[in-house]
C-alpha cells in the first residue's frame, strides 16, 4: 500500500467527530493492506512504530531542510524499513547516519506524508482514532465481532498482531487467543468514587474490600523456573527487582499469573513515598531499597485460566497460593464495616480502598463499575502540556504546570487531544523542579514568552480539593488548590483522567 492512502484514511478521521464515520474510513484502508503491512500500519496509526523509540527527537526533525517529492511513491514498508535502520543506529557517527536516514526518507514523502511520519516519531498523531475505535475498524474490516477482537487484542496485549489475526486468519483463530504465561496482558483498570458507601452503591451487593496501595502496578508471570516481572504499560522490568522475583519463587505454583502492585517500605514497616518506588524500577539490580510485592488477583493458575472466573473464586485461590503476600482486605456488603476498613488503610499510611464486585470476571484493559478505588483526598491523573518559568528562588527552573485531562470523544476539541483544566507549582520539591527544568526541553514543540510547550506525554498525579466552573478552559472546569503528588512514568497519556469525569465534581 502506498503511504499516501493511509494518510488520506488519518485525514478522513481527524475530519470528523463521527465514530462511525471514523472507523468506515479506517476499515476501507486495512481492507486494502497485505499481510506484510499490517502490523507496521497499525503501528502508524496509533503513532506507536513497531519499532518503539527510534532515538529520533523533535529537534531532529525540526532542523532537517529537504525538498519533498510532488508525487506520492513511498510505501508503508518503505517507512517501515526506513524506521528500522533509525532505531538500530547507535554508537560513534550515529547522529550523522540518523540525519541522512531522514533526509531520504523527508526527501521521498511529499509534504503531506512526511508531516504524518514525522507525528509518527513524535507520538502525536491525534486523529481522534484511539485504540477503542481502531479495535472496531479493525472488526469492520475483517468481518468479525468486535466483541472478539477486543478480547484478543488485550489478552496478546499486541494490536498489530491482533489486526493480522484478523484480516488473515479465521474466526476460529482469533477466538483462540487466550492468556499464555509469560505473554502480559493489559490490566483491568478502575473507577473512582468519593466515598465508600458510594463505591458499595456502584459495584452493588457484596464485595471486596482492599487496601489501595500507593505503589507501582505490576504483572508477574511464572512458567516452572522462568519469572517475569511487567508494569502497567508491559514493560519488562525483571532485571531491576530481584527480591519480586525471590519473592515469586518461593510461591508454591509452578505456573502462574499474578496482578498486584509493589512498593518500597521503611525502617518501621510504612509505605515509602511513590517516587522511591519508581525510583528502584530504574536501578538494575540489587539495592538498598527494598520493593515487596502485594498482589491482589490471580489470572491464571497450574493450566486453569481465570479471568473469566468470578472474583470470589480468584481470591479464594489467590489466598491459597499467595496468603502472606496478599493485599489486606474483607468481603462484605456492610457499609460500616467497609468504612472502618478505610480508616485502617489510612492509619497505616496507604491511599484509601480498592471496591471490587465479588462476582466480577477480570476485564482485561477495561476501566468499568466492576472496580472502585475510593481516596479520602481527591487524586487525578492529568498531563503536562507546557511549563511556565518560574521566578524568585525558582528562576531558571521550570515551574508552573499546565495541566490537561483527556478528552477521548472531542467533546471539548480535538478527539482524543488534551483540555487545560488548570495549573499549578504546589508541591514541588527542589528535586522535582530539577528534573522537570531538565525534562521538558527534551519534548518541547515550542516555546511562547512565558512557557515551554511540550508533547502532552508526561502524566502527573494532582491532588485537588474539587473543581469549579471556569469560563476559561475549554471544558468549562478548572482545578480548586491543585497541587503535585508526584509524576507518574509507569503511566501513559491516554490512561490519563478524562474531562468528564472532572466534569462529573460540579454534580457531585
Known amino acids: 500500500m502506498l503511504l499516501h492512502e493511509l494518510v488520506s484514511a488519518t485525514d478522513a478521521v481527524a475530519s470528523t467527530s463521527s465514530r462511525r464515520a471514523k472507523i468506515a474510513a479506517l476499515a476501507g484502508a486495512l481492507s486494502d493492506l497485505d499481510a506484510d503491512e499490517i502490523a507496521p500500519a497499525i503501528g502508524f ?19 532537517l531542510d529537504v525538498a ?29 547516519a540518523r540525519k541522512g536516514e531522514l533526509d531520504v526518507l523527508a526527501g ?18 491525534r486523529t481522534g482514532a484511539l485504540e477503542g475505535v481502531l479495535l472496531d475498524a479493525i472488526a469492520k474490516a475483517a468481518g468479525r465481532e468486535a466483541a472478539t477482537v477486543r478480547r484478543a487484542a488485550m489478552l496478546s496485549g499486541d494490536l498489530g498482531e491482533t489486526a493480522r489475526l484478523a484480516l488473515t486468519g479465521s474466526a476460529d483463530d482469533l477466538a483462540a487467543v487466550g492468556l499464555e504465561v509469560g505473554r502480559p496482558v493489559q490490566p483491568m483498570l478502575a473507577s473512582t468514587a468519593a466515598t465508600v458507601s458510594e463505591a458499595l ?32 504499560n508491559l514493560a519488562d522490568i525483571t532485571h531491576r527487582v530481584p527480591e519480586i522475583v525471590a519473592a515469586v519463587q518461593a510461591l508454591p505454583a509452578r505456573r502462574v499469573i499474578l496482578d498486584g502492585e509493589t512498593l518500597s517500605l521503611d525502617e518501621d514497616g510504612g509505605p515509602r513515598p511513590f517516587q522511591d518506588t519508581m525510583a528502584r ?72 480502598v480498592m471496591i471490587k464486585a465479588v462476582d466480577s470476571p477480570y476485564a482485561a484493559g477495561r476501566r468499568g463499575k466492576s472496580w472502585v478505588k475510593v481516596k479520602p483526598v481527591l487524586t487525578y491523573d492529568l498531563v503536562v502540556l507546557a511549563v511556565e518559568w518560574g521566578s524568585g528562588r525558582r528562576t531558571g527552573l521550570l515551574s508552573n504546570l499546565h495541566l490537561g485531562a483527556i478528552d477521548p470523544e472531542g467533546e471539548f476539541g480535538e478527539p482524543g487531544g488534551f483540555v487545560m483544566v488548570g495549573k499549578t507549582f504546589k508541591g514541588l520539591t527542589d528535586e522535582l523542579l530539577r528534573w522537570q527544568t531538565a525534562h521538558f526541553p527534551t519534548i518541547e514543540t515550542h516555546r511562547s514568552s512565558y512557557a515551554v510547550h511540550v508533547r502532552p ?45 472532572l466534569r462529573a465534581l460540579l454534580r457531585g
Open 68 to 96: 519533498h517529492a510532488a508525487e506520492p511513491s513511498l510505501t508503508v514498508l518503505d517507512v517501515d524499513t526506513a524506521l528500522e535502520r533509525l532505531a538500530r543506529s547507535d554508537g560513534p557517527g550515529s547522529v550523522a
Open 108 to 125: 521521498r514523502a511529499t509534504a503531506d506524508e512526511w508531516d504524518f511520519v514525522s507525528r509518527v516519531i513524535r507520538g502525536e498523531l
Open 201 to 232: 452503591d456502584v459495584v452493588g451487593g457484596e464485595a471486596s474490600v482492599e487496601y489501595k496501595l500507593d505503589g507501582a502496578r505490576i504483572q508477574v508471570h511464572r512458567d516452572g523456573d522462568d519469572i517475569r516481572v511487567y508494569t502497567r
Open 457 to 501: 506525554e508526561t502524566v502527573v498525579e494532582i491532588a485537588i480539593d474539587g473543581v469549579q466552573r471556569s469560563t476559561r478552559y475549554p471544558g468549562g472546569v478548572a482545578l480548586r488548590f491543585a497541587r503535585v503528588k508526584g509524576y507518574r512514568p509507569d503511566k501513559r497519556p491516554d490512561e490519563a483522567d478524562t474531562i468528564q469525569t
Open 45 to 63: 496509526l496509533v503513532a506507536r512504530p513497531r519499532q518503539g523509540r527510534i532515538g529520533v527527537g523533535w529537534r531532529g526533525l525540526a532542523n
Open 281 to 352: 524500577f530504574g536501578t538494575d539490580g540489587a539495592a538498598a531499597t527494598l520493593l515487596r510485592p502485594w498482589f491482589f488477583d490471580i489470572l491464571h493458575l497450574d493450566g486453569r485460566d481465570l479471568i473469566d472466573e468470578p472474583l470470589a473464586t480468584r481470591l479464594d485461590l489467590l489466598e491459597r497460593i499467595a496468603g502472606p503476600a496478599r493485599i489486606p482486605g474483607i468481603v462484605t456488603a456492610d457499609s460500616a464495616r467497609a468504612e472502618e476498613f478505610s480508616r485502617e488503610a489510612l492509619e497505616a499510611g496507604h491511599e484509601g
